[in-house]
């Protein structure tokens, strides 16, 4: 994956890459230098990338209750 460098020296990183490492919006990143010489991007927390279900969770908003489902259930009103 390309990326351009702005005029101040940013880059935007593809979603894909965001998604796989867990970096969202605030996330530290670290730049380090592999054996080869290449420069690798890693979270510096060390989070481990969210799975899929983890990434939906608290999307939905609050549901009703347990006791508001058991009413439903039960036909209350």
Not at 26 to 46: M, Q, T, W, Y
């Amino acid at each position: 994956m390309a990326t351009t460098v702005t005029a101040k020296g940013q880059v935007t990183i593809p979603k894909a890459v965001r998604d796989y490492l867990g970096i969202a919006p605030g996330s530290v990143v670290d730049f380090k230098r592999a054996e080869n010489g290449s420069i690798v991007l890693v979270p510096a927390n060390d989070a481990k990338p969210l799975d899929r279900f983890e990434r939906l969770r608290g999307h939905a908003g609050p549901g009703p209750s347990t006791d508001e489902i058991m009413a439903l259930l039960r036909g209350e009103d």
